[in-house]
């Protein structure tokens, strides 16, 4: 937990606080049109694949550490969680919007869903199908949203 919370909060700096993050919100949003306004689109998504893999690396330590021993196939189905959660923190898939504080709200609804199941004695595969549900959902709320949000707009 304490090294979810540091990472989560130099990314909310990088993110919320520094030039790169708001340039990173401008390529996700329009790569184009970020391209026309100088910024080097391909060197801060080079920056983005760097970040990601050290803290994919970090979650590979942390992970090998609880459980004791290393497979290839350890991470398999993590996948639908971490874009469950992401999608459910407010995120959109589209690109150019999203917080941190929504996506660690996010990992904690599913975190606690995941739990409640279990300790329901419900089977695994309830949470599994929940979970693509609430992404389903997550992204059909995303969608109407935003279009509510243009129709005020124009």
Do not use: C
């Given at each position: 937990?304490p090294?979810?919370?540091?990472?989560?909060i130099a990314?909310?700096?990088l993110?919320?606080?520094?030039?790169?993050g708001?340039?990173?919100?401008?390529i996700?949003?329009s790569?184009?049109?970020?391209?026309h306004?100088?910024?080097?689109?391909?060197?801060r998504?080079g920056?983005?694949?760097i970040?990601t893999g050290?803290?994919t690396?970090?979650?590979?330590?942390v992970y090998?550490?609880?459980?004791?021993?290393?497979?290839a196939?350890a991470?398999?189905?993590?996948?639908?969680?971490a874009?469950?959660?992401?999608?459910?923190?407010?995120?959109?898939?589209f690109?150019g919007?999203g917080t941190?504080?929504?996506?660690?709200?996010?990992?904690?609804?599913?975190?606690?869903l995941?739990?409640?199941?279990?300790?329901s004695d419900?089977?695994?595969?309830?949470?599994?199908?929940i979970?693509?549900?609430?992404?389903?959902?997550a992204?059909?709320?995303?969608?109407v949203?935003a279009?509510v949000?243009s129709?005020?707009r124009?």
């Amino acid at each position: 937990m304490p090294i979810l919370a540091v990472v989560a909060i130099a990314y909310w700096v990088l993110l919320h606080r520094s030039t790169i993050g708001r340039t990173l919100f401008a390529i996700g949003f329009s790569p184009e049109g970020a391209r026309h306004a100088g910024i080097p689109v391909e060197r801060r998504t080079g920056l983005v694949y760097i970040l990601t893999g050290f803290v994919t690396a970090l979650a590979s330590v942390v992970y090998v550490a609880r459980v004791g021993q290393a497979k290839a196939g350890a991470g398999t189905g993590y996948e639908l969680m971490a874009i469950t959660a992401v999608v459910l923190g407010g995120t959109s898939i589209f690109g150019g919007r999203g917080t941190i504080v929504g996506t660690v709200l996010g990992l904690f609804a599913i975190a606690v869903l995941g739990n409640g199941l279990m300790l329901s004695d419900q089977p695994v595969e309830l949470a599994k199908i929940i979970g693509g549900v609430l992404l389903l959902v997550a992204i059909t709320g995303n969608q109407v949203l935003a279009k509510v949000a243009s129709g005020r707009r124009g």
